[in-house]
């Protein structure tokens, strides 16, 4: 039986070392310069009941909107700094547009994974609006019956 000494040890750990940061650094090459990502979830209250829409091919859409609040905090000097809360639009498609249509209702808490859409339209006036919406992929009512 062969022992190692501690020299074997010392070049088995650093080309663990060289190995691992060879991983590392191709990782964050492929995210940084290759790939790239549009991922959103949010965790929120609706505002209002989903607006939904049955097509004749049978696909459905469900539209309303999330409300996220970054809570308010008293600075060290006294300044009191107020909540702030944001608005987000949300479409769903078909499966997840029937389980919003049912079960969401004003004030209900969702959480939302989905990605990021911007589209536009012309106004009554004829001038181009722009919208982002957020296409949900997954949703997860947090709301207890």
């Not at 022992?3 to 650094?25: D, E, L, M, N, P």
Request: aromatic share 12%; proline share 2%.
């Amino acid at each position: 039986m062969k022992i190692k000494t501690r020299t074997a040890y010392k070049v088995t750990f650093i080309g663990f070392c060289v190995f691992t940061i060879a991983a590392y650094i191709w990782a964050v090459y492929s995210i940084c310069c290759v790939m790239s990502l549009n991922k959103v979830m949010l965790i929120g209250n609706s505002g209002r009941k989903p607006d939904y829409k049955q097509f004749e091919n049978g696909g459905r859409v469900a539209q309303f909107s999330i409300a996220t609040t970054k809570k308010g905090y008293t600075a060290k000097d006294g300044t009191v700094i107020p909540d702030k809360t944001e608005w987000h639009n949300i479409v769903l498609q078909n499966g997840l547009a029937d389980v919003a249509n049912n079960y969401i209702n004003k004030g209900t808490k969702v959480y939302i994974e989905g990605e990021l859409r911007t589209r536009s339209y012309q106004d009554a006036q004829g001038i181009t609006r722009y919208i982002t919406e957020v296409y949900g992929y997954s949703m997860e009512l947090l709301t207890p019956k």
